[in-house]
Every structure is written in structure tokens, then in C-alpha cells.
């Protein structure tokens, strides 16, 4: 088993759902962590609770966990371990891939348990992490 680092992000995400083919409302790009996917049937993001989106279903109060990477494309089963390793104590997980690393979101309340059960598995929690802050053009020259 790989040992993985964690952080935790701050602050707390909620986890949206748009019919396909709607427009990403502008707000979304001035955050410096959100997720989009869009597939044949829909168009989820993932974006922090302070910001302030109309979406058709949304479920809030995640808190993210990010595997400090990079992470290289060669390591096998590290969603699946961390996956498995949180689903056997009933966690569930909404995950997230990039090119570098992965991120597991989990419910709020259960983020001190989903911490107590990776670090029993062997990771390490790193710290309390705020995404960095990205610069926002100023259009209003």
C-alpha cells in the first residue's frame, strides 16, 4: 500500500448539478478551486459554498482532501485504495481527478472520522490548506 499525504482544504464546497449545455454562471471563474464536468447528461460543478450559485439539485457542506502530488501517471489504485479504505467505515466520497492529484470531497461531519481512518491506514494529514488565491482581471478600466 502506498502512503499518501493529505491536506485539507478550506473552506467548505458544495457539489452542483445543471442540465447539459447551461452556461457555467461567471462567478464560478473567480474561485480559486472549483471542478467541471460535463457529460452527455449533465453538468456538475464543484465550487465553495460562499459562492453563490442557481443550479437545478445541489448537496453542500463538503470538505475536500487533497492527495499532495504530483502524482505520476505510472502509480496504479490510489482512488480505489483511498476509496475502499473510507468506504469500509461508511464514508461516502465524491472524488475528484486532475492531471497532478486527486481530491476526495467528503461530508463535513464526516471529515474528523475520514481523517482518524487514513491516518489508522497509514497516510499522513498534512495542513489546513486555502486554495491560492487567483488574480480576477479588472475589466472596469
Not at 11 to 19: A, D, G, L, V
Request: aromatic content about 8%; hydrophobic content about 40%; glycine content about 6%.
Amino acid at each position: 500500500m502506498r502512503t499518501l499525504i493529505f491536506n485539507v482544504l478550506e473552506p467548505s464546497f458544495t457539489i452542483h448539478r445543471f442540465e447539459r449545455g447551461c452556461a457555467i454562471p461567471e462567478q464560478v471563474f473567480a474561485s480559486p478551486f472549483y471542478s467541471i464536468s460535463q457529460t452527455e447528461d449533465e453538468l456538475s460543478i464543484v465550487a465553495p459554498e460562499t459562492i453563490q450559485i442557481e443550479s437545478g439539485k445541489s448537496d453542500c457542506g463538503w470538505r475536500a482532501l487533497k492527495v499532495v502530488g504530483p502524482l505520476d501517471f505510472a502509480l496504479t489504485g490510489i482512488l480505489a485504495q483511498v476509496a475502499t479504505t473510507l468506504a469500509l467505515e461508511e464514508i461516502s466520497i465524491f472524488a475528484i481527478s486532475t492531471f497532478d492529484t486527486d481530491y476526495f470531497l467528503v461530508k463535513g461531519e464526516n471529515l474528523e472520522k475520514a481523517k482518524k481512518v487514513l491516518v489508522t491506514a497509514g497516510h499522513t494529514i498534512g495542513r489546513l490548506k486555502e486554495p491560492s488565491k487567483k488574480k480576477v482581471p479588472n475589466n472596469n478600466k
